[in-house]
């Protein structure tokens, strides 16, 4: 079998040096060939790691068989929804996934595989239903402490210094470079859309639209 080992520390105080060891001695005494170790120091999302990323775009072009990590937090700490993302990627590519500090994430047996991934979903899933519920309720709370959500209004302030400057003749143009917010929102305060003052947010430039 032909593997890719990611390795993975956050900071340089760290080092992924005892990983890699560890690992290399894991395949030979699998008798696993080492097709390429994929190793960097960083943290952050998967996304902002360049050495991830080529893992998975090699892995999209099949050069290896698996992917060997030393465990699923040095693979990716997003949560299970994230993890199990991963897994059915992989999947379709046919790359299998081996932790060696987790036996028992393991995908390079189909029946376990196919049971991992289907328990992994369902956590996926109802993650996403507590985080919905979480922030519904977060909502709420901030709702009935009198906040209101959404975009702030206009300053009753500003909308007088536009109606004035209108009336002393000045354009929209030249209205929105005095008070720097957009034409757009100098024309719904003048044509008096209570809707648009309500939802136009604060001090814009006269490049926001």
């Given at each position: 079998?032909?593997?890719?080992?990611?390795?993975?520390?956050?900071?340089?105080?760290?080092?992924?040096?005892?990983?890699?060891?560890?690992?290399?001695?894991?395949?030979?005494?699998?008798?696993?060939?080492?097709?390429?170790?994929?190793?960097?120091?960083?943290?952050?999302?998967?996304?902002?790691?360049?050495?991830?990323?080529?893992?998975?775009?090699?892995a999209s072009k099949k050069k290896f068989d698996s992917i060997l990590v030393w465990s699923l937090?040095?693979?990716?700490?997003?949560?299970?929804?994230?993890?199990?993302?991963?897994?059915?990627?992989?999947?379709?590519?046919?790359?299998?996934?081996?932790?060696?500090?987790?036996?028992?994430?393991?995908?390079?047996?189909?029946?376990?595989?196919?049971?991992?991934?289907?328990?992994?979903?369902?956590?996926?899933?109802?993650?996403?239903?507590?985080?919905?519920?979480?922030?519904?309720?977060?909502?709420?709370r901030v709702k009935e402490q009198g906040t209101k959500l959404g975009r702030p209004s206009i300053?009753?302030?500003?909308?007088?210094?536009?109606?004035?400057?209108?009336?002393?003749?000045?354009?929209?143009?030249?209205?929105?470079?005095?008070?720097?917010?957009?034409?757009?929102?100098?024309?719904?305060?003048?044509?008096?859309?209570?809707?648009?003052?309500?939802?136009?947010?604060?001090?814009?430039?006269?490049?926001?639209?």
């Amino acid at each position: 079998m032909k593997v890719a080992m990611y390795t993975r520390v956050s900071t340089d105080k760290q080092d992924y040096k005892n990983q890699l060891i560890q690992l290399r001695n894991f395949c030979q005494n699998q008798g696993w060939e080492i097709y390429k170790e994929y190793s960097e120091t960083i943290s952050g999302k998967e996304s902002q790691r360049p050495k991830f990323k080529e893992l998975l775009e090699d892995a999209s072009k099949k050069k290896f068989d698996s992917i060997l990590v030393w465990s699923l937090d040095r693979f990716t700490r997003e949560g299970t929804s994230k993890v199990w993302q991963y897994f059915s990627l992989l999947q379709s590519y046919n790359i299998q996934f081996i932790s060696f500090q987790e036996p028992y994430l393991r995908t390079d047996n189909e029946l376990a595989r196919d049971i991992l991934i289907s328990v992994m979903g369902a956590l996926a899933k109802q993650e996403r239903i507590r985080l919905s519920e979480r922030t519904k309720a977060g909502l709420q709370r901030v709702k009935e402490q009198g906040t209101k959500l959404g975009r702030p209004s206009i300053e009753e302030e500003i909308i007088e210094k536009a109606k004035k400057l209108h009336k002393e003749g000045k354009s929209y143009s030249s209205i929105s470079e005095d008070l720097n917010i957009s034409k757009g929102s100098i024309s719904n305060i003048l044509v008096g859309s209570k809707k648009g003052i309500e939802n136009l947010p604060l001090n814009l430039n006269k490049n926001y639209c």
